[in-house]
Structure formats: C-alpha cells, structure tokens
C-alpha cells in the first residue's frame, strides 16, 4: 500500500502551530514510508475563505521546511461538492441516512433541556428533502466502533451513544464530517494524522467511510497543546500564529525542531537533534497522549542555541530582514544608507552569543547606524546619577589620551580612572554605556567602542556631558 497523508487546514488568515506540527508529522510521515503528502484547503466556509490565506498557508509551510514541490495540491474542498453530494445521495438512497426537521430547539425541548444528542426522532418519519430538511446519518443501535490509531491504540466508542449526526445542511451542502471523509476517499488517503480535538468525530467518520463502503484509513491524534496554565492554545488568549514567531526572529530551523517535541522525544537526552536524525527517528507511534507544554521560554532558548549554531555568513543571512525590514518585519531605526555591512560584520559575532530571537539584533546594533544613540529615559536616570559628569570627562580624556583605539586600552583606561576614585569597573562603565549607545544593556562595551570608532565615541561622550549640564 502507498502511504498516501494529507494536511487538510480550514484557512483563517493566520497558521496556527498546531497545523505546522501536525503539518510536519504528516509530511515526515510520507517522506519516511515513500508516500504521498498532499496539501487540501478546506475551504467550504465561504464566508470566511480568501484567496491570499491559502498563499499564506503555502508559504508558511515553505518556511516550515515544507517546501512546494514536495507535495500534491493544493487541492480545494470546494472543487469536490459533486463528490459530497454523491455520497449524500447514496447513502440516502441506502437507507443509510434520513431527512430530519428538527429544530435545535425541538430536540433540546424533548431531552427536558438535557440535551444529550439528537434522540432519532425523525428516524422513521420518511421524510424526503426538502427545505428546513437536514440530512442525518443513521448510526447503529449496537456494537462498537473502534478505530486503530497509532498514537493512541484502539479507542472503542459504544455506537448507540453515537447521535445520527447531520451530513448535509437543506440545501444539499455536505457538513465537515461528511466533506473531509468523501475528500480524503477520493484523494486516496490511508493515515488521517490530526489534532487530538478531532477524536470525537473519528467514529462518526469511520462510520461514514464503512458505509461508502472503502476501509477506513488508519488514523493518529497527536496531542492537544496547552499554555502554562494548562489550557489549550487560543487565538484569542496566546500566540499561536506562526507568522508571528517567524517575524520574531525565531529560526525555521528551531521551530520545526522544538514543534516536533510537542509530544515526542528524540532517544537519548537529546532535544536539539539534526533534521536528518528527526526525519529518520521521529515515530508517530512513540508520540504520547499527555498535553504537550507550549514552553514559549523554552522555544525561546532553544532558539538561542540555534542562533549560536549559525556560521557568521548564515547568521548575517537570517539578520538582513530586520536589518532593512520587509513587508512584515517593520524597518530598523536608521536610514538604509547609514547601514555599513562591514560594521555590521565586526559587532554581528558579539550579537550572535547573546540574542534569543532574531528581532533583538536592531536593539544591539542600533547604536552604530543612528547618528545619535537611541537613549531611553530609564537608562540614562539609572546612569547618569551623581559623579558621572566626573567620570564622562575623566573617560574621554583618557581615551583621547589613547594610542590605539581597540578595546583592550580602551578597557585599561577606564579601569585607571575608576581606580583614581575608588570606584568599580560596573560604575564607571555605566555612564560610558549610556552615552555612547543609549542603554545600560548591550554588547561587551569595549569592543563596541572600538567598532563605534573614536571620533563618534568622543563626540558621544561630550554631547552627554554637555546634556548633564
Ligand atoms: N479542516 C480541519 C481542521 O483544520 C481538518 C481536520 C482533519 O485534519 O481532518 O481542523
């Protein structure tokens, strides 16, 4: 049997990483058993389906390391409403299904407000199509269904507390159970590797596929994933779109590692695995059932240890689109033609070991590119307290003093004049920091000062010395 999986997102504007860890599961599922991915948009909602989210979706998928090309579609749910209405005919005309006018109300109404499911009230009614006329699939009284899925084993549902679920609305149109399995029927699916909120709707489906008469496939319901509190990832409440990450400045690299451990883990005590060791380890059948921890500081981390994995010219690549912005990454705060490659080449190893997420790079460099620092009102209150007037001048007159303008004198001058006042390198550094690159906090200063170069750090230091007053 060729392996044939599908990746079936219903489109909403953003890429939910949920979809890109299921995407991934899917894809290195195929590739691992010679099989087949193939891309389907569940795009039937109409009302809330545009064009350009399915772009999006290709490119959020390419990013992810899924590349075009490498997959069959994307196919459209909505070019498939034939086969829908196929299906629901047949198993109409089977007996296998029945017209039902039931209100939501009316059934809520007979349940004595306990609505437990439909109560099959329609059943035995004979009704034929027609408006208000929902389709609803006759499920067995007996037995049980079990479905065989490789995450989870064999879950069994009793069939009589199944509901005869609807499957298509009045106006013929199929519902997503429906839909998705005469979709997945005829793109030859044979592994349905989804979200485990879809469990539920597994043995209404299966029932759908034994009707139509084809095997089902087997199916893998990979775990919900939550936030800190334990709930499950929310558009509404956490960051869960993963434009969002990649505008951040989190690598495709590190978040299609850390996504595949939501559930998983590599054999050993290792996390941070080649893409080759997943590709060739990863199993669906050692994937666990527990809700998987989003650990935003984590994927933070993670992320860090990717960046330092980077070759200088691979880290200068990933820079370049906060570097000079794009249409999503806003553009840094300097001029494009203050921008000088070279001077971003001696500061961008002093970065490299300490940013986490690529978008932190404009804050650690901005100082180079601006003609004057960008300088917060915190840092400069925190720095600029009593005596630093003193050691502002005492620094500059030493580094004018200076030979050499690298940052090993640099650093001695400005210990010889913490020494004259008894105070410690942190002390004397700070106003130093502040006035020449706008912050308490960046890269080692020495070595800025020296990329900064001594006519701007002299000129730095003056115009803060004269703003002291
Ligand atoms: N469109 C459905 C979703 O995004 C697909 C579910 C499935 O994979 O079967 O949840």
Redesign the pocket.
């Known amino acids: 049997m060729t392996v044939r999986v ?5 489109p909403t504007g953003m890429f939910h990483v949920g ?1 890109a860890r ?1 995407a991934l599961q899917n894809w290195i599922f195929a590739q691992q058993s010679g099989g087949a991915f193939v891309l389907r948009i ?1 795009d039937t909602d109409a009302a809330r389906n545009r064009p350009e989210w399915t772009e999006g979706i290709i490119q959020a998928l390419d990013w992810i390391g899924i590349e075009r090309g490498t997959y069959e579609g994307p196919h459209f749910q909505s070019s498939y409403a034939a086969e829908h209405t196929a299906a629901a005919t047949r198993l109409y005309g089977e007996g296998r299904a029945y017209y039902c006018d039931c209100s939501r109300d009316d059934v809520v109404q007979r349940s004595g407000n306990t609505h437990t499911g439909y109560d099959g009230f329609c059943r035995d009614r004979a009704l034929g199509p027609g408006e208000g006329r929902a389709l609803r699939f006759r499920t067995p009284d007996e037995g049980a269904t079990v479905v065989v899925d490789l995450v989870r084993g064999e879950p069994t549902f009793e069939n009589k507390l199944l509901e005869d679920f609807v499957i298509a609305r009045s106006d013929g149109s199929a519902v ?1 159970l429906l839909a ?1 399995v005469v979709d ?1 029927m005829t793109m030859g699916i044979t592994h ?4 485990e ?2 469990l539920p ?1 597994t043995p209404k489906q299966q029932l759908l596929w034994e009707a139509l008469g084809v095997k089902p496939p087997v199916w893998a319901h990979v775990p919900v994933i939550v936030n800190e509190k334990r709930q499950k990832l929310s558009k509404r409440r956490d960051k869960v779109a993963l434009e969002s990450y990649r505008d951040e400045g989190y690598l495709a690299a590190a978040m299609r590692n850390y996504l595949l451990l939501l559930g998983w883990a590599p054999s050993g005590d290792r996390e941070i695995v080649p893409w080759e060791t997943v590709l060739s380890e990863f199993r669906l059948s050692d994937v666990n059932h527990s809700p998987a921890f989003f650990d935003v500081k984590k994927l933070r981390a993670f992320n860090g240890e990717y960046i330092r994995a980077l070759s200088a010219e691979e880290f200068a690549a990933v820079c370049a689109p906060w570097l000079s912005g794009t249409a999503t990454i806003p553009a840094p705060p300097w001029s494009p033609a203050a921008f000088d490659t070279q001077v971003f080449a001696a500061v961008a190893p002093l970065a490299q070991t300490r940013i986490a997420v690529l978008s932190e790079i404009v804050d650690y460099v901005d100082f180079l590119f601006l003609d004057e620092p960008a300088t917060d009102e915190q840092s400069w209150n925190k720095a600029m307290k009593e005596g630093a007037g003193d050691i502002l001048d005492a620094a500059a007159a030493a580094f004018g003093a200076l030979d050499e303008w690298t940052a090993e004198p640099l650093k001695a001058a400005l210990e010889r004049v913490g020494e004259e006042r008894g105070l410690k390198l942190g002390k004397t550094q700070a106003p130093v920091r502040v006035a020449t690159t706008g912050r308490t906090i960046g890269l080692p200063l020495f070595e800025s000062l020296e990329i900064l170069g001594r006519e701007r750090s002299l000129a730095r230091l003056a115009a803060a010395r004269a703003k002291l007053g």
């Open positions: 599908r990746f079936a997102p219903s979809g299921s569940e997503f998705n997945d349905v590797i989804r979200a909120e879809h709707n």
